[in-house]
């Protein structure tokens, strides 16, 4: 009796666990989908745009310097060390400090000195130390347009925007202007583009399916040749290349109809032009750009045209 008293309770101890590993597990796959959903959505550049404080001499003058530097301060701080970068750059190229090694090691020392005392630095304020001796050499040049003509006004600007916050490809664009005397000022349009899950920076080829570049380079030419006519500059296209010869960008945006290729002032026309931009539309690029970058109705097409051949 008492070995069939074992035996009952065994039974039923294997058939509590045989059904409650029956159970429907929807309350822990909801749970689980939840957190994935909620992952994704995390995906996503949200940010602020900060001025620099550049502690530039008090001026009261009409004609004092204009310097307006902004910098983005994201969610996503691969982003914001990019941006950082091209915004030394730009100054590296503009405005080209005499004594440029003996500044940064100052700058380094301030800066060091500073971190000594405030081990919290931000970013903001690495990038302010980092543009120092880019403002000495700025206000030199100042000094040196006025000794020149009293009237004369300089100016720089730099500012950041988010264009494109989500996938595929997340974009900050960058602008710049100056005016450093002379006939006329300058300015620059650099686009950014952003895989957010792979934390990378990614250039034009490789959105490109292998082997595509030699016919995206055919439907830009094409967009060229019809730039220059619609905007007036020659009716002859192979006259107007003795001058101002094709080149393919590297710049670009995916915007809402096409792919934008955008040039720098003087790349592909002169100075009148402005900033060029060649826009090649979507349904121009089945085949040449990867399906993922493409807008979803255009993608939807191609996979349907590569079906039914």
Known sequence: MFS????LITSIFVAT??????????PLQSAEKSELQSEKKEVE????IEKLNLNLPKCEDKNCPELSIERLSSNQFFVDQVIDQHIIEIFKQILDPEDLEDSMVK???SASDINAENINETAKQKLEYQLIPYIHSFLQLDQEVKELSANHKISFMIKPK???SEGPLATV???SSNYLGGAHGSSSQQYFNFDLESKKLVPL??????DQLPKLEKQAYEAFKTWIVESELSTDVNEYEQVWKFKLANNYYLGTHGLILQYGEYEIG???VGLPRLTIPYDQLNGIIKAKYLPQATATSEVLISANK
Do not use: R
């Not at 069939?4 to 035996?7: D, E, G, P, V």
């Not at 550049?45 to 602020?48: A, E, M, N, S």
């Open 45 to 48: 550049l949200k940010g602020v």
């Open 162 to 164: 988010i264009l494109n």
């Open 270 to 272: 002169p100075y009148i």
């Open 17 to 26: 666990v045989f059904i409650s590993a029956c159970q429907p597990q929807e």
């Open 205 to 210: 080829t490789e959105i490109l399916e292998k």
């Open 107 to 109: 700058v380094e020392k």
């Open 173 to 175: 664009v960058l602008n």
């Open 4 to 7: 069939n008293k074992i035996s």
